[in-house]
């Protein structure tokens, strides 16, 4: 498959990427920069606020997506639980990918009760959402990080992403050096506190 792809690119007359982040990618690996055309995604229009007032009475840091370790969902797992706060939650929306990260998060939410897993429509927690987390290790964009800007949540993203161009340092998010712990942690600790976004 990959040598597939790399013939097609070679043939290409243009090649449409999502972000700076995978122009970048191409441009490093050879590929001319006149062949590349930024095409950026956006999020499908029902996600937007509600209007409504956030009724929740917990602090709820959501992640969506595929839950494997490429995503960095094992780093935010250990953030959070490197947190205190009784109200703090940890809202899972996906499904695993393998049985060994089926395992680990088993482990987790057995371990600490403020972590949660579930399929479904990321929709319903966004709108409960404080914040949402996505630590990946790389991604050429990553839509759920922009669902959730979109609903007006703010979104703590690697470096390691496409989505950091739509993120406004400190205003609508963060972006954390790639597999960081402490700085993961600390900007969770940050905006639970209401230190940043508010």
């Not at 953030?79 to 499904?95: I, Q, T, W």
């Not at 009760?113 to 319903?124: M, T």
């Not at 990553?142 to 609903?151: G, H, I, R, V």
């Amino acid at each position: 498959l990959l040598r597939r792809n790399l013939r097609e690119y070679e043939q290409a007359d243009r090649i449409y990427v999502a972000s700076r982040y995978t122009w970048e990618s191409f441009v490093e690996e050879g590929c001319p920069e006149d062949v590349l055309s930024l095409f950026p995604f956006v999020p499908d229009p029902r996600y937007e606020p509600d209007g409504a007032p956030l009724a929740s009475s917990t602090f709820d840091v959501v992640f969506i997506g595929r839950l494997c370790v490429a995503k960095g969902v094992p780093l935010l797992v250990d953030a959070v639980r490197r947190l205190a706060h009784d109200d703090l939650r940890l809202v899972l929306v996906g499904g695993w990918s393998s049985r060994g990260m089926r395992r680990f998060l088993q482990e987790a939410v057995t371990r600490d009760s403020r972590i949660s897993i579930g399929p479904g429509d990321p929709l319903p927690h966004l709108r409960r959402a404080r914040l949402c987390a996505h630590p990946t290790y790389e991604d050429g964009f990553a839509y759920a990080p922009a669902e959730a800007l979109a609903c007006g949540v703010p979104v703590l993203v690697s470096e390691d992403t496409g989505m950091k161009d739509l993120v406004d340092p400190g205003v609508n998010g963060l972006i954390l050096p790639t597999g960081d712990l402490p700085a993961l942690t600390e900007a969770i600790d940050a905006a639970y506190r209401g230190e940043i976004f508010t």
